[in-house]
């Protein structure tokens, strides 16, 4: 019996394997199927429908129904992660794995929202993810900028320019600190913004720092050089 319980666990987490490299790799049809199996193989080995293993799968399902176009199966997906992980925390739970699986179904369900263009309720989300991120893994985790960014482009559309500001500029200041690759990103964010609201010294200032941080003959360097020149333009026809 022992021996068939092992080769059965073995079985399931080669389902999930399986199911995790189609995901990855844009088989999302296999992918939905190959985790639905892996859910009801745990399932009728005894692992409870509210176990965080489960709930993973549920909110990568939901991802997959969010790219198949399925945004009510998607929607319903996220609420039921969010619900079920926040009523084991709340029943005196502490684990920080629970936590931080509920903080990604919280990101998860944001990008969510901005897809379906609810910019406002994306906000409360990444904000509740980014909490959760911080406490869990500190404010220079790279996960943690990866959220600020989120609720700086979240607060962007909903047209909350001066929080978005906040957030790009906290994020690519943590960003030099810890020497992350995403700093020529941010400063790009932040300088798109900054010419939205019609303010061309810092938006050409933020462009440049995206330009001088951003890696030679790489994407990011040419966004960052077409953000300047977008600047550069903008300013010369207010001029005329």
């Known amino acids: 019996m022992a021996q068939e319980s092992l080769d059965d666990q073995a079985i399931t987490y080669i389902y999930d394997a399986m199911a995790n490299f189609a995901l990855e790799t844009g088989q999302l049809d296999k992918a939905e199927k190959l985790f639905l199996e892996t859910t009801k193989r745990l399932i009728q080995n005894g692992t409870p429908t509210d176990d965080d293993s489960i ?50 179904c919280h990101d998860s369900y944001g990008r969510f929202l901005m897809e379906v263009n609810r910019f406002k309720e994306a906000i409360k989300y990444f904000e509740q993810a980014l909490d959760a991120c911080r406490r869990i893994n500190g404010p220079m985790h790279p996960q943690t900028l990866v959220l600020i960014n989120n609720l700086g482009s979240a607060s962007y559309m909903s047209g909350e320019y001066s929080a978005a500001v906040d957030h790009l500029k906290n994020a690519a200041n943590i960003a030099r600190v810890t020497g992350s690759s995403d700093v020529s990103a941010y400063y790009r964010n932040l ?38 020149e977008d600047v550069i333009l903008s300013k010369k026809q207010s001029q005329h």
Not at 76 to 101: A, H, P, R, V, W
Not at 191 to 205: C, D, F, P, R, V
């Open 55 to 104: 709930l993973e799968i549920s909110v990568k399902l939901a991802e997959i129904f969010t790219m198949k176009g399925k945004t009510d199966e998607a929607e319903t997906g996220f609420i039921y992660c969010i619900e079920n992980l926040q009523k084991k925390l709340d029943s005196g739970i502490i684990d920080d794995n629970t936590t931080m699986l509920l903080a990604m």
């Open 191 to 228: 300088g798109m913004i900054y010419m939205e609201m019609g303010q061309m010294k810092l938006a050409e200032t933020a462009c440049r720092q995206a330009r001088d941080t951003a890696s030679k003959h790489s994407d990011l360097e040419r966004e960052a050089k077409q953000c300047l």
